[in-house]
């Protein structure tokens, strides 16, 4: 699992993306975009992997 934060969405906070691979079926990988609202309460949005 890889974590990185950055204002993603470009609205001023900071946002935290985490990438979920697994070793036996790299298709089955994640991205989870966790959305900060500016007050320091996070949205959990789910993309599948492009990989």
């Known amino acids: 699992m890889d974590l990185t934060s950055a204002d993603f969405d470009g609205d001023g906070d900071v946002d935290l993306v985490a990438g979920v691979y697994n070793l036996y079926e790299y298709r089955k ?23």
């Open 29 to 51: 990988g994640r991205l989870y975009f966790f959305e900060n609202d500016g007050k320091g309460n996070f949205s959990l949005r789910r993309y599948p992997s492009t990989k």
